[in-house]
């Protein structure tokens, strides 16, 4: 494939809730880019986008996936991306990279929350947005009402470009308020479409339309507002290229309507995609971590930033990238700035799917693939010497599922933590951790479905198996009154004896402020060496915690007190009798067990919402106050962590897998009594076990 030019290079993406046709839409496009011969299907796992063994079994997008191919001697690269929840740290990557973003719609489902999850992205990375109406060829579709519901969700900057003529299985002809003309699409799939004027009945729907649309692009400029005005309207060329200026600036996001299946209205995308979505170096230049800024040119100086990291078997580490600066030529060497490594470019690929087009060069505004890279990851930046460019991190969504594994077979940790290691720099919004507190390794990601894809790929690549288990809880233990002990350690074994002897009071602390010592030992009853001693004794008690074995918090404790031995007292006399005082304190300061409260945030469809509200509540859970956002209601809320346990799972059982969640450490407080004591005699019982 020849090099093309920067202007002539668009990058899209399309994003959306999942079942809303993303995966076919993709087919079609490339079908009609004449990079496939044949359109495949989801449901028989021949598409080019879902080609891993999991997309195919599971029939959803797990994944994106990169496809490209030529139209009007314009290169256009297509990222699809999941909508599944679990799976939107791969939209928010692909995001980075696509100068538009494609928000497809179901037709017969309207603006679902995954809808609102990719809207929302979009605004929060600066990337222009259109809306495709997609399955307009299914039974009982009412368009306007997908419409109004767009328009509540996202303002009325939401604007009609294309209006279907009739709706359902007849499906094959739209008004084009570009053109205002009748575009009629043939139904042998070719995708070929004829112009045809408006007909009677629908030329004054069309002129009412067309004319909001016209307006909405002179109210986005102040120029075109003036000549709007002066002339009553605008010409051609003034309405084409305000139009193409609005959408850059978010000024409009327009509406248009495909039945992908059957391959109605994409060609006409493709005309729009050519002639309206930015370029890539008409969007700006690129602002680097410490805020200068790139020129989006291919003869500049070579920045890269990696986007996306995939583990092939015969081949390792793919690593996806976009050209933002120069242009980047196999065999070149360049600087990973994270670390200052060098890593030279081997073979640079363009894609569609897993399919590969080897290449030389990559100019600046385009995308592709080189292998094996040394030291290279997803976020990293890939500089030319003596530049050091660096791009700021992609900020991937936050865990809301944890769990535990641990080996089924002895001897196998170090290969699961290779595997998780690897794993983890193939997918940054999966994490993991050994637990040194709770003595287990904690896994946690974007849902139940995501770590259950984790987990089996750690035992198809690294053949090691694991068992899942219930993550402990990182319980705290405080006071909630002052109190005093003595602690006395005495001994004498013939020779040289131990003595030790200190008094200390105990105060709470307010939470969050962990731990105070004070020395207010006066007249030198303790000398001061002993003090570090004392000091030492009452952390090492606090970290092994005194009702149950959890570390103490927000505890100030005083050596107010005490006696010593000229001979026999050493440090670990002073250790041990601290160690007593402090046990005898806390057992008198009223204590009591602290557990993590979580932040959680729930965005479902008004239909679910008394559930959710409900499932809350039983989860010991406190509603901090609910928001109305277009047609979903936010739901704020504070839970223990020790209820949210696969609590992803209940949710979309709960909304029919229509809510989402996002949550956040928040604080620390007291367990009620009767749970409490059901974590001390828990704890006792491993004790003993043990």
């Known amino acids: 494939m020849k090099l093309f030019q920067t202007d002539h290079i668009r990058n899209i993406g399309f994003g959306g809730h999942g079942g809303s046709g993303k995966t076919i839409l993709f087919e079609a496009l490339l079908y009609n880019l004449k990079e496939i011969n044949r359109m495949g299907s989801v449901e028989q796992g021949s598409t080019i986008s879902d080609y891993n063994p999991d997309e195919i079994e599971r029939q959803i997008s797990i994944s994106s996936s990169l496809g490209h191919g030529v139209w009007k001697d314009h290169k256009i690269n297509i990222m699809d991306t999941p909508g599944y929840s ?23 489902s309207g603006v679902e929350v995954g809808t609102e999850q990719v809207w929302a992205e979009a605004a929060k990375q600066g990337v222009s947005r ?18 109004e519901g767009l328009t509540e969700s996202f ?71 003036e000549k709007y005005f002066d002339a ?58 410490d805020g200068k800024s790139v020129k989006v040119d291919p003869d500049g100086p070579v920045a890269a930033l990696i986007f996306k990291t995939v583990s092939e078997q015969h081949m390792g580490e793919l690593s996806f990238f976009k050209v933002f600066s120069g242009t980047l030529k196999t065999g070149e060497d360049v600087i990973n700035t994270r670390d200052g490594h060098t890593e ?43 530049h050091n460019f660096k791009f700021p991190k992609i900020e991937f969504p936050e865990p809301i599922i944890r769990t535990a594994i641990k080996p089924k077979a002895k001897g196998d940790e170090e290969k699961i933590s290779n595997g998780l290691h690897l794993l983890h720099e193939e997918d940054p919004t999966f994490l993991y951790y050994q637990d040194s507190e709770l003595h287990q390794t904690i896994v946690s990601g974007q849902g139940e479905l995501h770590l259950q894809i984790i987990l089996k790929r750690l035992h198809q690549k690294f053949n090691v198996e694991v068992e899942e288990e219930e993550p402990k809880i990182p319980y705290r233990e405080t006071i909630r009154k002052t109190a005093t002990a003595q602690g006395k350690f005495k001994k004498q074994t013939g020779g040289r004896g131990q003595y030790g002897d200190c008094h200390l009071r105990l105060e709470p602390l307010e939470r969050g402020q962990e731990f105070e010592f004070k020395d207010e030992i006066v007249g030198g009853v303790i000398p001061g060496k002993f003090i570090p001693a004392v000091e030492k004794g009452v952390i090492e008690t606090m970290e092994k915690g005194v009702l149950a074995g959890y570390p103490v918090v927000d505890v100030r404790v005083a050596v107010y007190d005490g006696s010593y031995h ?14 007593m005082a402090f046990k005898k304190a806390f057992l008198d300061a009223n204590p009591v067990i602290l557990e993590p409260v979580y932040n959680v945030e729930v965005r479902v469809p008004d239909e679910y919402m008394g559930d959710v509200m409900g499932d809350i509540s039983s989860r010991r859970g406190r509603i901090m106050g609910m928001d109305r956002d277009g047609r979903f209601q936010v739901i704020k809320a504070q839970v223990p962590l020790a209820e949210l346990y696969r609590y992803s799972t209940t949710l979309r059982s709960l909304t029919q897998g229509r809510g989402i969640h996002t949550r956040s450490f928040s604080h620390y407080e007291e367990v009620p009594p009767d749970i409490a004591q059901k974590i001390i005699e828990k704890a006792k019982k491993e004790q003993e076990e043990s």
């Open 232 to 289: 009553g309207g605008l010409s051609e060329d003034e309405f084409k290229a305000g139009f193409k200026k609005a959408v850059a600036a978010d000024m409009i996001f327009p509406v248009f309507c495909v039945s992908a299946l059957n391959n109605i209205g994409v060609k006409r995308l493709l005309d729009i995609i050519v002639n309206f979505c930015p370029a890539p170096n008409e969007r700006g230049e690129v602002k680097t971590e």
């Open 566 to 579: 000229s001979v026999d007292s050493s440090e670990m006399a002073f250790k041990v009798a601290a160690s």
């Open 344 to 386: 030279r470019i081997g073979q640079i690929f363009i894609l569609n799917g897993k399919n590969k087009k080897s290449v030389d060069a990559v100019p600046a505004g385009d995308i592709g693939a080189v292998v094996k890279l040394k030291a290279t990851h997803t976020s990293d930046t890939l500089s030319a010497k003596g």
């Open 86 to 108: 679990d799976f939107f740290g791969e939209v928010v990557g692909a995001m980075r990279v696509v100068d538009t973003m494609f928000v497809v719609v179901s037709a017969s």
């Open 130 to 147: 259109f809306v495709i109406i997609n399955k307009l060829d299914r039974e009982n579709i009412e368009f306007d009402n997908v419409v």
């Open 155 to 225: 303002g009325h900057q939401v604007v009609l470009a294309q209006f279907p003529v009739e709706t359902g299985p007849n499906f094959d002809s739209m008004v084009d308020l570009f053109r205002m003309k009748l575009l009629k699409f043939a139904k042998d799939g070719s995708g070929n479409f004829t112009e045809e004027d408006i007909p009677a009945d629908l030329k004054d729907k069309a002129e009412e339309l067309h004319l909001k649309l016209v307006e909405a692009v002179a109210e986005s400029d102040d120029t075109l507002m």
